[in-house]
């Protein structure tokens, strides 16, 4: 069965080296700061109360109390698994179908709910792990089944406001907001944060150098490329959506469990296919990049 709306994707069927670009155009301004990115909100109303006292002569006296109201952002709630998810490690079947349900259900995006352990239901299972601080090996073993049958409410972004893509570079994930909500959660790869010398593959003879940064701050999407796969001075990156320089989301068909990337920020190539149909990053769409990577 596939999955509608939003989850609904046509695969790729284009292959090419992975890698990230670095093409010289700057960034368009983007605005300094973000709606609201705190898990909490705080109002203050005030109220007044006026006290009359009198001696020989009349005097009035105001006195103010603040009072302090704190709202907190709760995920929405979702059921327990009844059945449980099952460790079904990598194989398909039933079972499988059952925890790929339960993954769209909790917001990890994957490309059907079909029973095969596929590309996409290995990348959502990764980012399940990354989330949650597992052991993100994309495997569906008896400690991930036990936490992803748990649950009881909806993982979220940092972002609690506003319509943006968040970047979070400690957990290597990807976060589609939309006023407020967290919509969708993907497996990413950042820049490895190490330094780079390579020969340019656009320019023989010459070579990059660099660091392999995702530079945090709020960006936009100011350029994208729609069709196939580009040629950039490291390597071949797929429907690339640039929002800081030469750093983009782009599809690749490496995405491991750690950050890899020259800089840009790594998703698979279906899922690169899923945001381009749904429109999920659209041009000057906010860009929050935060966090460190592991080490």
């Known amino acids: 069965m596939q999955v509608k709306g939003p989850g609904l994707l046509i695969t790729a069927g284009v292959l090419g080296l992975t ?10 301004p983007v605005p300094t700061t973000i709606e609201q990115t705190t898990t909490s909100t705080t109002t203050l109303p005030t109220t007044t109360t006026s006290t009359s006292t009198t001696t020989s002569t009349t005097t009035s006296t105001t006195t103010t109390t603040s009072t302090t109201t704190t709202t ?26 059952r925890a790929q349900w339960r993954l769209l259900e909790l ?8 029973g095969n352990y596929d590309l996409t239901t290995q990348q959502a299972v990764m980012a399940f792990q990354k989330y949650y601080g597992l052991a993100a090996d994309g495997t569906l073993g008896s400690e991930t089944a036990a936490a992803m049958s748990s649950i009881t409410e909806r993982p979220k972004a940092s972002a609690d406001a506003g319509t943006l893509v968040e970047i979070d570079k400690s957990k290597q994930l990807l976060f589609f907001v939309t006023d ?11 820049g ?4 780079y010398d390579e020969p340019d593959k656009n320019s023989p003879g010459e070579r990059q150098v660099g660091d392999s940064v995702t530079r945090n701050g709020l960006h936009d999407v100011y350029r994208e ?71």
């Open 225 to 295: 490329l729609a069709q196939g796969w580009w040629e950039g001075d490291l390597g071949k990156i797929y429907r690339p959506k640039y929002f800081s320089g030469g750093e983009a989301v782009h599809g690749s068909n490496s995405i491991p469990n750690y950050a890899a990337s020259h800089g840009c920020v790594r998703v698979s190539v279906p899922a690169m296919d899923w945001i381009w149909a749904w429109n999920l990053m659209p041009m000057h769409i906010p860009v929050w990049v935060h966090g460190q990577i592991p080490t």
């Open 72 to 97: 907190t952002t709760i995920a929405p709630p979702v059921p327990a698994a009844d059945p449980p998810v099952e460790a079904v490690g990598r194989g398909g079947g039933a079972a499988t179908e």
């Open 19 to 28: 890698g990230c670009a670095t093409i010289s155009v700057a960034s368009t």
């Open 180 to 190: 407020g909500n967290t919509e969708w959660i993907l497996n990413t790869s950042t």
């Open 107 to 114: 917001g990890f995006w994957l490309q059907e709910a079909n």
């Open 192 to 195: 490895s944060e190490q330094p």
